[in-house]
């Protein structure tokens, strides 16, 4: 059975910091993309940061700077450090795994979100 489980939201007052957990069952961890979402009211889900299976990471350029994302193969984890945070950031934020499976076959799982909310 799958499980990608996010930890770590919560309220925080412009300018603080957050760190984000999502810890990893039932997949291939190592093999796979992980990556960040969010997705605040009224709005689609974005893309916020993503990490390949080599640690390489990517950002969106409103978090670039303040965000950071990393990756325990080990412990089948990814994080988001998120620093100098703003209302803008308020937001659901989502787990996925993604993994390329071959012949046009993909395989992506989501966790059920952590909310993150910006205010003072």
């Known amino acids: 059975q799958v499980q990608l489980v996010e930890s770590g939201g919560g309220l925080v007052q412009p300018g603080g910091s957050l760190r984000l957990s999502c810890v990893a069952s039932?997949?291939?961890?190592?093999?796979?993309?992980m990556a960040w979402y969010r997705q605040a009211p009224g709005k689609q889900r974005e893309l916020v940061a993503v990490?390949?299976?080599?640690?390489?990471?990517n950002y969106v350029d409103s978090v670039k700077g303040r965000f950071t994302i990393s990756r325990d193969n080990a412990k089948g984890t990814v994080y988001l450090q998120m620093n100098s945070l703003n209302s803008e950031d308020t937001a659901v934020y989502y787990c996925n795994s993604h993994r390329e499976l071959g012949w046009g076959r993909r395989e992506d799982y989501w966790g059920q979100g952590t909310q993150v909310t910006v205010s003072s």
């Open positions: 039932g997949i291939i961890f190592s093999d796979s993309l």
């Open positions: 990490i390949t299976s080599g640690g390489f990471p």
